[in-house]
């Protein structure tokens, strides 16, 4: 299937992997480049931008098809060493960035003039437009559905995509609620030119987490997630359990009062915990409502051959069967 996201990243299939903490490292990024999609390994994971070198190095010994790194730009005290991750990716010789966050604006003539595309995450259509006039080459629109951060517009993807589509010139893909071949078509007749898959790429064989947390997915439904910080708004869409209940009866009790501060322990440091060591309980973990959607723990290649099997199907036999 050729779109234009697969011409401007050199790529088999349009799918891309959510750049998820914890999680994107070389041994998903890799497997998802090699079944035809575009791997991406999560910058800000790598504590480091030796270590961020290291994992660019690990991964492309691992696949020989294009792979990206995610960058998320965030507000901070004390701020990444941006500078020195830009470097890591520049040298080693990605060709694809995914950006996150804040304006990535003051990163892009470094980035370009490497060769690197950029594809920027947008909750609005304004914010995608921002994006597309500093020079991003396409946009992952996240949709409302998406587990993570979601923004504060409560736009789901059935409204966000055609907006997009209505606005923007560069190519975009449909980020959130996305699972199968359904998923695809449907973003495909929304105007995206593919999709990005984060929950569902947990739910696989390569991904390197706790086996509790892939079956923690499996048996979510559509309705086991929440929405946590949105006084703050700093709004995350993550699966529910113990803290999570406990953080929202924070919110709930301090009101406009409550502060990061008051959160700490359902937030901080918790990604280790759960990804690596499988605490379900530990605290509060990104999770789409596409959950409800996902049923088994396939291999990546698995999934993304199905995916594609099920997409054609859906164009050329049922879709195409409507229309006589």
């Excluded at 589509?165 to 007749?189: C, H, K």
């Excluded at 696989?204 to 947390?213: K, R």
């Excluded at 703050?232 to 359990?241: A, C, F, K, P, Q």
């Amino acid at each position: 299937m050729k779109t234009r996201i697969t011409e401007l990243f050199g790529i088999q299939h349009p799918i891309i992997q959510g750049g998820m903490h914890h999680v994107g490292l070389a041994e998903l990024a890799s497997a998802v480049s090699n079944a035809g999609g575009l791997g991406m390994v999560t910058g800000l994971t790598q504590r480091t931008p030796e270590l961020l070198a290291r994992e660019i190095a690990r991964c492309r010994a691992m696949t020989d098809k294009p792979f990206g790194v995610n960058l998320t730009f965030l507000p901070s005290v004390n701020p990444p060493d941006y500078p020195g991750y830009v470097k890591a990716i520049i040298d080693g010789g990605v060709k694809v960035v995914e950006t996150a966050g804040n304006n990535p604006q003051k990163w892009l003539p470094a980035l370009k003039e490497a060769g690197i595309k950029v594809i920027h995450k947008c909750t609005s259509v304004r914010h995608a437009l921002k994006a597309q006039a500093i020079g991003c080459d396409a946009i992952s629109v996240d949709g409302f559905e998406c587990g993570g951060h979601p923004g504060e517009d409560d736009v789901p993807n059935f409204i966000l995509l055609p907006r997009a589509a209505e606005e923007l010139t560069i190519p975009f893909v449909a980020s959130g609620g996305m699972a199968d071949g359904r998923s695809l078509v449907a973003a495909l007749a929304l105007g995206a030119e593919g999709m990005n898959m984060g929950t569902r790429f947990i739910a696989t064989q390569e991904a390197p987490v706790h086996e509790n947390v892939k079956r923690a997915i499996v048996a979510a439904s559509e309705l086991d997630t929440r929405l946590v910080m949105r006084p703050l708004r700093n709004t995350e869409r993550v699966l529910s359990n113990a803290a999570v209940e406990r953080l929202l009866q924070k919110e709930r009790e301090l009101g406009a009062a409550i502060t990061f501060e008051d959160i700490l322990p359902e937030v901080a440091g918790v990604y280790p915990r759960i990804m690596q060591s499988g605490e379900m309980d530990a605290g509060a973990w990104s999770c789409g409502m596409v959950a409800g959607l996902i049923h088994d723990v396939p291999t990546v290649q698995q999934l993304i051959d199905r995916t594609m099997a099920e997409a054609h199907a859906l164009i050329h036999e049922r879709l195409a069967g409507l229309a006589r």
